[in-house]
T-cell receptor, first 114, second 112 residues
Framework: DSGVTQTPKHLITATGQRVTLRCSPR?????VYWYQQSLDQGLQFLIH???????AKGNILERFSAQQFPDLHSELNLSSLELGDSALYFC?????????????FGQGTRLTVV | GEDVEQSLFLSVREGDSSVINCTYT??????LYWYKQEPGAGLQLLTY?????DMKQDQRLTVLLNKKDKHLSLRIADTQTGDSAIYFC????????????FGPGTRLSVLP
């Protein structure tokens, strides 16, 4: 158990819908990272938050948004969903803000868009 | 845009050395990383190298960087069955993850 909790574990939704994925970092970790892993696009870094502020942005679509709340949990919002958004969405947390710091990964949320 | 390439598969015998190669296109890459992903799990950062270094060694892992050719390699000495996993090469423009790009991953199979 990494200490990082992602909910829900599985999500099936229709095209055009909006979903929210939640990540609770390990206790004491200030950084949260979001990643998307799919067969079509491989592994992509989406966004990084540190202590409530956006630190780095990757290949995150405009239809997607994220935030980190004062209690440090983070949510990834995906809207106007398309079939190609079907993927495993991972979050990770670390104590530090740097990408070279050890990060702990959640089990992921598997999103299926039908 | 930035691109990172890796061979998709590698098979080695237990006890041999494994060498996983990666090429990248972004000359402004500052940090280069190797991650490991075991089945059904998230990523584990194995090691990283800063772009002004040529080599980094950490126990059984050796990273070589040829900045001129934009080529990165990961050597695993005395490969064990527990090393079977997918290995991702990645690059970023800074240490916060800006312009972070992953390669497609190399599936390493270790044969007994």
């Amino acid at each position: 158990d990494s200490g990082v909790t992602q909910t829900p574990k599985h999500l099936i939704t229709a095209t055009g819908q909006r979903v929210t994925l939640r990540c609770s970092p390990r206790s004491g970790d200030l950084s949260v990272y979001w990643y998307q892993q799919s067969l079509d696009q491989g592994l992509q870094f989406l966004i990084h938050y540190y202590n409530g502020e956006e630190r780095a942005k990757g290949n995150i679509l405009e239809r997607f948004s994220a935030q980190q709340f004062p209690d440090l949990h983070s949510e990834l919002n995906l809207s106007s969903l398309e079939l190609g958004d079907s993927a495993l969405y991972f979050c990770a947390s670390s104590v530090e803000a740097t990408a070279t710091a050890e990060a702990f990964f959640g089990q992921g949320t598997r999103l299926t868009v039908v | 845009g930035e691109d990172v390439e890796q061979s998709l598969f590698l098979s080695v015998r237990e006890g041999d050395s494994s060498v996983i190669n990666c090429t990248y296109t972004d000359s402004s890459s500052t940090y280069l990383y190797w991650y490991k992903q075991e089945p059904g799990a998230g990523l584990q950062l194995l090691t990283y190298i800063f772009s002004n270094m040529d080599m980094k060694q950490d126990q059984r892992l050796t990273v070589l960087l040829n900045k001129k050719d934009k080529h990165l390699s990961l050597r695993i000495a005395d490969t064990q069955t527990g090393d079977s996993a997918i290995y991702f090469c990645a690059e970023s423009g800074d240490n916060y993850g800006q312009n972070f790009v992953f390669g497609p991953g190399t599936r390493l199979s270790v044969l007994p």
